[in-house]
T-cell receptor, first 113, second 113 residues
Framework: DVKVTQSSRYLVKRTGEKVFLECVQDMDHENMFWYRQDPGLGLRLIYF???????EKGDIPEGYSVSREKKERFSLILESASTNQTSMYLC????????????FGSGTQLSVL | DAKTTQPPSMDCAEGRAANLPCNHS???????VYWYRQIHSQGPQYIIHGLKNNETNEMASLIITEDRKSSTLILPHATLRDTAVYYC??????????????FGDGTTLTVKP
């Protein structure tokens, strides 16, 4: 069965900490994505990557960075966590074929205190 | 991508068909209709997609009107496990659009015993 795995289900961090959220997919997908989900705002795209070492900004990249050193792994980095980054973070992947569907991980609920 | 409109919530009796509507009156000729669902505390899961013909798979059926301005997702025999938020999305089939899909608030379907 295809799988997108996010390293933590729940995470609690302090304001100002550097936070790493890890995502691994086992489907050999070219594309990977990071979203955050907040009540009333739906899913918003933070960053995405179409290939190793490649990244592009999504709709809300401020305060975040990403790393894709290997095809299967896409990391989201909060350089200095703030309380307004408390959210559910979702990772997804897809192939590079036209009309492909997204496969999502189970999400990481991050609380910044 | 075209905007979609869905009712915020619906109820359905267990064992009955659940019909979830979606309006996408500004859909373009090359845009597909996708449906995902999100069960509580999990990432969204792909259900089905289509262009203009009706589609059916093991999870659901998708009925798209002839003018393509609306569609209906049908769960033929709803179970309690189908209780979830259902998202209707329209997007062009380009690879570059795969992760840029706009997930709004969707329809919360509650299946009742």
């Amino acid at each position: 069965d295809v799988k997108v795995t996010q390293s933590s289900r729940y995470l609690v961090k302090r304001t100002g900490e550097k936070v790493f959220l890890e995502c691994v997919q086992d489907m050999d997908h070219e594309n990977m994505f990071w979203y955050r989900q907040d009540p009333g705002l739906g899913l918003r795209l933070i960053y995405f990557s179409y290939d190793v070492k490649m990244k592009e900004k999504g709709d809300i990249p401020e305060g975040y960075s990403v790393s894709r050193e290997k095809k299967e792994r896409f990391s989201l980095i909060l350089e200095s966590a703030s309380t307004n980054q408390t959210s559910m973070y979702l990772c997804a992947s897809s192939t590079s074929q036209l009309n492909e569907k997204l496969f999502f991980g189970s999400g990481t609920q991050l609380s910044v205190l | 991508d075209a905007k979609t409109t869905q009712p915020p919530s619906m109820d359905c009796a267990e064992g009955r068909a659940a019909n979830l509507p979606c309006n996408h009156s500004t859909i373009s000729g090359n845009e597909y209709v996708y449906w995902y669902r999100q069960i509580h505390s999990q990432g969204p899961q792909y259900i089905i997609h289509g262009l203009k013909n009706n589609e059916t798979n093991e999870m659901a059926s998708l009925i798209i009107t002839e003018d393509r301005k609306s569609s209906t997702l049908i769960l033929p025999h709803a179970t309690l496990r189908d209780t979830a938020v259902y998202y209707c999305i329209v997007r062009a089939p380009l690879n570059t659009n795969a992760g840029k899909s706009t997930f709004g608030d969707g329809t919360t379907l509650t299946v009742k015993p």
